[in-house]
């Protein structure tokens, strides 16, 4: 029980959770994000078709890396923190 106690009083005096990211910045992010995700979106579509698809993987991979992250940040400005 000696070790329960520690802890309880080491979790005490631990200051609380302050986030890196200011949760009113939140919705601006994730407005920039998804705007530039539809941007790569509508450039890759435009794109024409090479025999070596470097330029359409490049775009494609920051298309997907910008809306995943853009939706994790809308999640997280209305709410629901994953």
Do not use: W
Not at 22 to 38: D, G, K
Not at 41 to 51: H, I, M, N
Request: aromatic share 12%; hydrophobic share 50%.
């Amino acid at each position: 029980m000696d070790n329960y106690e520690a802890i309880q009083a080491l979790h005490k005096s631990l200051p609380s959770f302050s986030p890196y990211v200011p949760a009113s910045l939140l919705p601006s992010i994730a407005l920039i994000l998804l705007a530039s995700t539809f941007a790569l979106t509508f450039y890759f579509s435009t794109l024409p078709k090479d025999t070596f698809p470097l330029r359409e993987t490049a775009v494609a991979s920051l298309a997907s890396v910008l809306g995943g992250f853009g939706v994790v940040a809308l999640f997280c400005s209305v709410g629901v923190n994953v």
